[in-house]
Structures are given as structure tokens and as C-alpha cells.
């Protein structure tokens, strides 16, 4: 075991701050990495703010953060993908049991013994949970180590490996794709990229906002239309008509609104993970045999075909990059919609602590 520096959070209502914090020496089949940037995911906020407990209930201390970018240190023997010195990634998972069906067809996310990045039951027994990325270093089976295209600046491409693949996953799952018209709600980390894909996949893609100061971004991300959700009007027009609508909205919200805008048997696929259950009207999905659902981040294959997507489409996430010392003041603004449109971590800043 070493130590290492982080950011956790002791109590739902406390701020995060420096602390220090137990890794494992790589084993046979670990890579170490020095963690350069991490994105801060509205989930990380959730997890803190134990708003989840429901779902998952926070053991603090708490150290979030799992859109991890950063540099090979070490590796064990073991290790065939990665040496020392290489780009090398992490996202929301660290583990899995490699031998259930889901991991079989590279769906790890649905595994039912997944170790999540940070507040799962740390296998190792390095500390009693796993601690995220808000850190100096972190230490992953290779399984769960992904790949950056070398044209991706770092600091964009950390956010890739939530907000990305989360978006990617469903996209790509309900067929969007050329002449496919989409919705994409709520313009924050998740639907920035939404946005993204959605446009890159050739879809007509249609943002709904709260924030009528975020249009013309959503123009220049790549929608083709904007509609202000708080306009009945303007949301009317769009009645019966859309393939495809992802909701990444992180709060309470009327998603019958939404449903109302699917054509016969289009989808609404929820992301967003407000802490209260939503409200759903059943004639809305009936009398259109419209269907809702939601999906979980995606598999560690598709996270790497989502990579290789962006190197190739030149996609990373618009950020604006923070010291860790602003992580508790970015919490803040997140919960105004206040991010353009996603803070990423320069983890340089840790070392000054
Ligand atoms: P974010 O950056 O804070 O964006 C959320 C956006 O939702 C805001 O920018 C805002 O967009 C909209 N919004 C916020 N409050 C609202 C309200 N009261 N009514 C209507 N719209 C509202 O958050 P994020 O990091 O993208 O995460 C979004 C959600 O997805 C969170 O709940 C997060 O936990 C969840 N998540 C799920 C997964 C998964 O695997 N399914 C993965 C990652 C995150 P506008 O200003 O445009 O209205
Ligand atoms: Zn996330």
C-alpha cells in the first residue's frame, strides 16, 4: 500500500478537502496512473450530497470523481496493453467478475458483481471503498483501462468518460443516425455531449433548455433547433414527431412533456438521475405505443469504440478547467446549470496541497 493525495467529502453536508488516502501497489494485472485531469459529473454531486441513499447510500469518507484522463507510472507483470509513459483512461468502473453473461458480451456495466470507481466495496481491501479520481494517482485492473487518441487534448477527453460514453451508449443503442429526428434535454455535461453525438451520428437534433442564454451554444454544439421547455408553444410544435428524446436532466422535471413530443413508437431514454422518483402520466406512452426507459453509462468495449469515435470525429467535451481548491464552488454552480459545460480538474493543483 502507499498514499496518496485526494479531495473527499466526510459528510453529506461538508465540503469537500485535502486529504490522503490508501492505493494497492499494482498487482499482476494493475496499471498505476498519475491522474492529469478529471471531469466533475453531476453524479459526483449525488454521491456527496448522499442524495442517492435510496440507491446507493455514501460511506465517507467520499472520493468522487470517474472521468479520469492520465500517465502510466507503473505496471505489473502481468500487464500486455500499457507500459509506463502511455495515455491511458478510466471511467465510472474499475472491476467486474469477467464471467456472467453481461460481461461475456462486454456489458460490464450490467454486471451484478461491478466495482464502481468510487463508493463500492473495495475487493483489494485497500480501504472499505473504492476512491474515485479527485486524486494524485489511482490503481486499475488493465481490463478496465481505456485508450485516448493522442489528437484529443486531455483536458476535454476526461469528460468523455462519463458524460461521453453515457451519452453514446443509448444513442447508438436506439438506432440514431441519419434523418432521425432527436431531442436532447437539458443542456449541462451529459447533454452538451448529447448534443455532440447526436450530430456527429447525423440525426436532427432538437436541444430543450431552461436557459434561454444557452441557445446560441446549442447552435454551435450542433443542434439545429432550440426550444425554451418553459414555452408551451414552442414545445406544441413539436408534438408526435421525434425517433428518439434523451433526458439529462439531474432534478425534478415534468417528463410527460417530453413523452408528449415522441412519435408512435418513438423512446424517450432517461440518463439524468434526479433524487426523487418522476411523475409518469400512462395515457402519454399508450395511446402512441411510445416507450421510456434509461441506461447506465456503457460497456468497457463501446467506451473504447466511443473513444476512437471522438479521435476520429475530433469530438471532446467543451470544459472549463478548474484547481481542485474551485471543486466545492463548481458544485455549486452546477446546481444553477452554471457550467459551460463541463469543469474538468487540473490535478497539478493537488500537489500544492
Ligand atoms: P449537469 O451538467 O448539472 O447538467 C444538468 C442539466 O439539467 C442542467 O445544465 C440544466 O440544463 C438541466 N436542469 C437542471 N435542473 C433542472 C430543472 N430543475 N428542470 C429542468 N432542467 C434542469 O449534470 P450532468 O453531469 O450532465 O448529469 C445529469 C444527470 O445525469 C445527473 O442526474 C447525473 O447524476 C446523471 N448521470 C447519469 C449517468 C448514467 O449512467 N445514466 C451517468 C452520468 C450522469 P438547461 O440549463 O439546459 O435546462
Ligand atoms: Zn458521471
Known sequence: MYKTKAYSATSATSKLASATIPRREPTDHDVQIEILFCGVCHSDLHQVRNEWKEVMPT??????????????TRVGRGVTKFKAGDLAAVGCMVDSDH?????????????????????????HETAPVTYGGYSDSIVVNER???????????AGAAPLLCAGITTYSPLRHWGVTKGK???????????????????ALGAHVVVFTTSPGKTEDALRLGADEVVVSRDAAAMQEHASTFDFILDCV?????????????ARDGNLTLVGA?????????????MARRSLSGSPIGGIPETQEM??????????????????QKVNEA???????????????????LKSE
Open 144 to 154: 478496465f483501462v481505456l485508450r485516448v487518441p493522442s489528437n484529443l487534448s486531455l
Open 307 to 324: 473513444l476512437d469515435f471522438c479521435g476520429k470525429h475530433n469530438i471532446t467535451a467543451d470544459v472549463e478547467i478548474i484547481p481542485i
Open 331 to 349: 458544485y455549486d454552480r452546477l446546481l444553477k446549470s452554471d457550467v459551460k459545460y463541463r469543469f474538468s480538474i487540473d490535478m497539478a493543483s
Open 99 to 123: 464471467t456472467c453473461p453481461n460481461c461475456k458480451e462486454g456489458l460490464e456495466q450490467f454486471c451484478p458483481n461491478v466495482t464502481l470507481t468510487y463508493n463500492f466495496p473495495d475487493k
Open 274 to 286: 434526479p433524487e426523487k422518483p418522476l411523475a409518469l402520466s400512462a395515457f402519454g406512452l399508450i
Open 59 to 72: 460511506i465517507y469518507p467520499c472520493v468522487p470523481g470517474h472521468e479520469i484522463v492520465g500517465r502510466v
Open 181 to 199: 429526428k432527436v431531442g436532447v434535454v437539458g443542456l449541462g455535461g451529459l447533454g452538451h455531449m448529447g448534443v455532440k453525438f447526436a450530430h
Open 250 to 262: 439531474s432534478a425534478n422535471h415534468d417528463i410527460n412533456a417530453y413523452v408528449n413530443l415522441l
